[in-house]
């Protein structure tokens, strides 16, 4: 095996200062980023007061810790936890399973009436009905509104989702053993 020096590369001063205003531009961008989560962080800790008298700090002048306090005790903090738990569990599994058994049947190479299955999941790839003929849809034709099913449905089967398990089918299939 060669063994190869590794040769330092030489930069212009035109590159250095280059590099220089490219990290100020980046390290800009981060520090805008992060000032507002910075600021609900810091807010946190910050007394009601402080909160209305100042309108931006980094730094609270008291610490306090009211406002853990308020959502521990409140307890919905997590009623909400467990719903997104729920939601997140469920849905994914919900949508593996549809995923999955639309991207099996797609994967093969002699299933009748593919490429007319395959026409309407690229469709609805494509073009999609819209936000407020969704919510019209779950709320008043099939009534779901305030369910889990509200959230689980319309993302029941996602077609780019359905396109990357198909081809892993694909290439599954055409792997030699």
């Not at 319309?154 to 599954?172: E, K, V």
Request: no cysteine; hydrophobic share 55%; charged share 15%.
């Amino acid at each position: 095996m060669p063994k190869f020096k590794h040769a330092l590369v030489k930069r212009s001063r035109m590159d250095m200062f280059a590099q220089v205003i490219i990290y100020i531009i980046v390290g800009s961008f981060a520090l805008i980023t992060l000032l507002p989560f910075i600021y609900i962080f810091a807010g946190s800790f910050a007394t009601d007061r402080e909160l209305i008298e100042r309108p931006f700090f980094l730094f609270p002048k008291t610490i306090s810790f009211n406002a853990y306090k308020y959502i521990f005790a409140n307890g919905d903090i997590f009623r909400g936890l467990r719903n997104s738990l729920i939601v997140t569990v469920v849905g994914t599994t919900i949508n593996m399973f549809f995923s999955t058994t639309l991207a099996y049947p797609l994967s093969r190479p002699y299933f009748k009436g593919k490429k007319a299955l395959f026409a309407m999941v690229l469709v609805s790839l494509l073009f999609s009905a819209g936000m407020v003929p969704n919510y019209l849809l779950i709320a008043n034709i099939l009534r779901l509104k305030n369910t889990y099913w509200a959230l689980w449905l319309p993302g029941a089967i996602n077609m780019f989702n359905m396109l990357i398990i198909m081809n892993y089918f694909r290439r599954w299939r055409s792997r030699p053993t």
